[in-house]
């Protein structure tokens, strides 16, 4: 026998080996790198850069933050996170949906709480740690195989929940109108149309915006290879510029008033927790969740989708666990919460990257660009941006995918409604939530109702189905057919349907065939006990037949086996009617009787060639065939 410790320390080491098997897969790719690779990282990096810097001053303007700490997040993030990816084009950095939370979050917890010394940005990198710790511990101990369990449905209905509620929080932009207060979608068209009903709108910032919208629809058709989000703010900033030297007062905000890029490195500041910052957690802890599993989502969306392109195998908890490093890093250097961005992947992805070193020189050319040519960002209009992030918003909706997931079934249209109508108007931590949640429900509701279906045999000997209103050959046996889930959610209702069969106070013996049953547990388990205790207190028997090795392990470790019988549990055969003939006799001694007048068809040229060592017989119907009568 071996040494019990050694045992436990070998499977501690192996568990160990497999749960912390994390590594830096750009290292593999240096070891085959050549001067080709490098063209094509460098030219994808900086290409990757013209995206990200509009991005990133739009992300601000979501956030209400200064534009150095979303940079931060852009370089530190982007850098980090590529030291981590499998995916060669997958791209981490401050993205809308979670500059969308993170906004909503702070306004939320500063407004509970008015005595707070914590500032926006010091809670905005208190929520990068605390994402970051819990994808890279989801990634470290494989959680991130929970993203399997949620529906498309969620991800079309948040994803076009995001696109809607981006764009109504842009409107008060386009109208000179201050933030409408609460952040939701109907707070933000209401601010809005009551603003304008009151005659506060400035109609000079919705000229700018629509302005820059045929900017960049010109630019769409013309050059469509070019940025046109980075073409199209140059040239509305060039405008702002001249309006700015024109005039003593511009009619319209500017990048400049919301805070302008700071020209400087991202600076390691560290982790300092305090007092305030701990007593705030709890508040945080519940958005934190949310915006991790969102996450995971958009990691797992946007790698898979990129990997059916370029062919390249990824690993999730390797993407997962980047993500949590990212996050990690970001709140060491003073930058906001990021995820995966699908914009930036894309674009890497489209640029011709060919390993995750494309990402990191975009990280330098970010920091090149923000270093000597930071001023003239800061003349772009607002509503130029504005109008900017409405297109990134409106991209986000994806009608054919809408139209799958709408028309499916009943159930992905109940998830898509709810979860889009909890984005809109609730929280969007508790809109993921609800959707989840939502699904899951619904899909439990579908696999906890197994098929029990009454059999009888016909006077050929073959097992078929009872019809409503048709006589059992034997009115004393009743034989049940159980296909299905028999997990926790099916077990009330598997043991309520063969009360209601067995009711019949003609029957003497129930036969459950289990052929089909799948997944017992504990809940499943018990109602079967209860079941053989009810049938047992009305003098009748409980007997299991064709039950699959899972279903017998089960049956065995739980002790349900000892409390049923031996005797009344028969496992599957090869013939698939061999181990009901089997009950049918034991059922015939119960009832103390020799022939219940039933007879049991089965394949005697099958039974020759097991006996021969050759257990599967031809299935062209040519074998001779007997029966047994019971």
Same mark, same amino acid.
């Given at each position: 026998?071996?040494?019990?410790?050694?045992?436990?320390?070998?499977?501690?080491?192996?568990?160990?080996?497999?749960?912390?098997?994390?590594?830096?897969?750009?290292?593999?790719?240096?070891?085959? /790198?050549?001067?080709?690779?490098?063209?094509?990282?460098?030219?994808?990096?900086?290409?990757?850069?013209?995206?990200?810097?509009?991005?990133?001053?739009?992300?601000?303007?979501?956030?209400?933050?200064?534009?150095?700490?979303?940079?931060?997040?852009?370089?530190?993030?982007?850098?980090?996170?590529?030291?981590?990816?499998?995916?060669?084009?997958?791209?981490?950095?401050?993205? %809308?949906?979670?500059?969308?939370?993170?906004?909503?979050?702070?306004?939320?917890?500063?407004?509970?709480?008015?005595?707070?010394?914590?500032?926006?940005?010091?809670?905005?990198?208190?929520?990068?740690?605390?994402?970051?710790?819990? @994808?890279?511990?989801?990634?470290?101990?494989?959680?991130?195989?929970?993203?399997?369990? $949620?529906?498309?449905?969620?991800?079309?209905?948040?994803?076009?929940?995001? !696109?809607?509620?981006?764009?109504?929080?842009?409107?008060?932009?386009?109208?000179?109108?201050?933030?409408?207060?609460?952040?939701?979608?109907?707070?933000?068209?209401?601010?809005?149309?009551?603003?304008?009903?009151?005659?506060?709108?400035?109609?000079?910032?919705?000229?700018?915006?629509?302005?820059?919208? &045929?900017?960049?629809?010109?630019?769409?058709?013309?050059?469509?290879?070019?940025?046109?989000?980075?073409?199209?703010?140059?040239?509305? !900033?060039?405008?702002?510029?001249?309006?700015? *030297?024109?005039?003593?007062?511009?009619?319209?905000?500017?990048?400049?008033?919301? !805070?302008? &890029?700071?020209?400087?490195?991202?600076?390691?500041?560290?982790?300092?927790?305090?007092?305030?910052?701990?007593?705030?957690?709890?508040?945080?802890?519940?958005?934190?969740?949310?915006?991790?599993?969102?996450?995971?989502?958009?990691?797992?969306?946007?790698?898979?989708?990129?990997?059916?392109?370029?062919?390249?195998?990824?690993?999730?908890?390797?993407?997962?666990?980047?993500?949590?490093?990212?996050?990690?890093?970001?709140?060491?250097?003073?930058?906001?919460?990021?995820?995966? %961005?699908?914009?930036? %992947?894309?674009?890497? /992805?489209?640029?011709?990257?060919?390993? @995750?070193?494309?990402?990191?020189?975009?990280?330098?050319?970010?920091?090149?660009?923000?270093?000597?040519?930071?001023?003239?960002?800061?003349?772009?209009?607002?509503?130029?941006?504005?109008?900017?992030?409405?297109? =990134? !918003?409106?991209?986000?909706?994806?009608?054919? @995918?809408?139209? $799958?997931?709408?028309?499916?079934?009943?159930?992905?249209?109940?998830?898509?409604?709810?979860?889009?109508?909890?984005?809109?108007?609730?929280?969007?931590?508790?809109?993921? /939530?609800?959707? $989840?949640?939502?699904?899951?429900?619904?899909?439990?509701?579908?696999?906890?109702?197994?098929? &029990?279906?009454? /059999?009888?045999?016909?006077?050929?000997?073959?097992?078929? @189905?009872?019809?409503?209103?048709?006589? *059992?050959?034997?009115?004393?046996?009743?034989?049940?057919?159980?296909?299905?889930?028999?997990?926790?959610?099916?077990?009330?209702?598997?043991?309520?349907?063969?009360?209601?069969?067995?009711?019949?106070?003609?029957?003497?013996?129930?036969?459950?065939?289990?052929?089909?049953?799948?997944?017992?547990?504990?809940?499943?388990?018990? +109602?079967?006990?209860?079941?053989?205790?009810?049938?047992?207190?009305?003098?009748?028997?409980?007997?299991?037949?064709?039950?699959?090795?899972?279903?017998?392990?089960?049956? =065995?470790?739980?002790?349900?086996?000892?409390?049923?019988? *031996?005797?009344?549990?028969?496992?599957?055969?090869?013939?698939?009617?061999?181990?009901?003939?089997?009950?049918?006799?034991?059922?015939?001694?119960?009832?103390?009787?020799? +022939?219940?007048? &039933?007879?049991?068809?089965?394949?005697? *040229?099958?039974?020759?060639?097991?006996?021969?060592?050759?257990?599967?017989?031809?299935?062209?119907?040519?074998?001779?065939?007997?029966?047994?009568?019971?």
């Amino acid at each position: 026998m071996p040494d019990a410790p050694d045992t436990l320390l070998e499977a501690t080491q192996a568990y160990g080996a497999k749960v912390f098997k994390l590594r830096l897969p750009f290292v593999g790719e240096l070891r085959k /790198y050549s001067l080709a690779k490098f063209k094509r990282d460098l030219i994808a990096g900086a290409t990757l850069t013209l995206v990200s810097i509009p991005q990133a001053i739009g992300f601000a303007l979501i956030l209400g933050l200064p534009p150095g700490p979303v940079i931060t997040s852009v370089v530190i993030g982007g850098f980090v996170g590529s030291l981590f990816f499998t995916s060669r084009y997958h791209v981490f950095g401050p993205t %809308s949906s979670i500059s969308l939370i993170t906004a909503a979050t702070i306004t939320t917890v500063i407004a509970a709480n008015p005595g707070l010394e914590l500032s926006a940005i010091q809670l905005a990198v208190l929520m990068a740690f605390m994402i970051g710790v819990i @994808q890279f511990l989801a990634g470290l101990f494989q959680f991130g195989e929970v993203t399997r369990f $949620i529906s498309l449905a969620v991800v079309v209905a948040y994803g076009t929940g995001i !696109g809607l509620l981006l764009m109504s929080s842009q409107l008060h932009h386009l109208f000179g109108l201050p933030s409408a207060r609460g952040g939701t979608f109907g707070a933000n068209i209401w601010g809005v149309a009551k603003g304008i009903a009151q005659g506060h709108a400035s109609w000079i910032p919705l000229a700018v915006g629509l302005a820059t919208w &045929l900017v960049f629809e010109i630019l769409s058709r013309l050059k469509p290879k070019w940025p046109e989000a980075l073409f199209g703010l140059v040239i509305m !900033g060039f405008a702002g510029w001249i309006f700015s *030297r024109a005039m003593s007062i511009v009619p319209f905000a500017l990048i400049s008033g919301e !805070g302008a &890029l700071a020209a400087q490195l991202p600076a390691f500041a560290g982790l300092h927790i305090s007092a305030a910052e701990v007593s705030v957690m709890p508040s945080l802890f519940g958005t934190c969740v949310a915006i991790a599993i969102l996450g995971m989502l958009e990691a797992t969306s946007i790698t898979k989708n990129l990997a059916a392109k370029s062919g390249q195998s990824v690993e999730p908890r390797q993407e997962l666990a980047g993500m949590g490093a990212a996050n990690i890093a970001c709140a060491l250097f003073s930058g906001v919460p990021g995820s995966s %961005s699908f914009a930036r %992947s894309a674009t890497n /992805y489209q640029s011709g990257a060919a390993t @995750q070193l494309a990402s990191m020189f975009s990280s330098v050319i970010v920091i090149v660009i923000v270093l000597f040519i930071t001023p003239a960002f800061g003349y772009i209009p607002v509503a130029a941006l504005a109008a900017h992030l409405i297109r =990134v !918003g409106l991209k986000m909706i994806n009608p054919s @995918q809408i139209r $799958i997931a709408f028309r499916s079934t009943r159930a992905d249209a109940i998830v898509f409604a709810l979860t889009l109508l909890s984005c809109l108007f609730l929280q969007l931590d508790t809109a993921i /939530y609800i959707g $989840i949640g939502v699904s899951l429900a619904l899909f439990l509701r579908k696999a906890s109702a197994p098929s &029990l279906v009454e /059999y009888t045999f016909t006077e050929e000997g073959a097992l078929t @189905q009872l019809e409503e209103g048709e006589k *059992r050959r034997n009115d004393a046996i009743s034989i049940v057919h159980v296909e299905g889930e028999l997990f926790f959610g099916a077990a009330d209702l598997f043991q309520e349907q063969v009360r209601l069969m067995s009711a019949d106070s003609n029957i003497r013996v129930v036969i459950l065939r289990m052929k089909n049953a799948r997944h017992l547990d504990a809940t499943s388990v018990m +109602s079967l006990l209860q079941l053989h205790e009810y049938l047992q207190k009305t003098h009748r028997h409980l007997i299991v037949s064709g039950i699959n090795p899972d279903v017998e392990d089960v049956l =065995v470790s739980s002790g349900a086996i000892k409390e049923i019988g *031996r005797e009344n549990v028969f496992p599957a055969e090869a013939n698939l009617t061999a181990s009901t003939k089997k009950a049918l006799l034991r059922a015939s001694h119960l009832l103390q009787t020799t +022939s219940p007048d &039933l007879r049991l068809f089965y394949d005697k *040229r099958r039974e020759q060639l097991k006996a021969a060592g050759t257990p599967n017989a031809p299935a062209n119907g040519s074998s001779p065939t007997s029966d047994y009568s019971i």
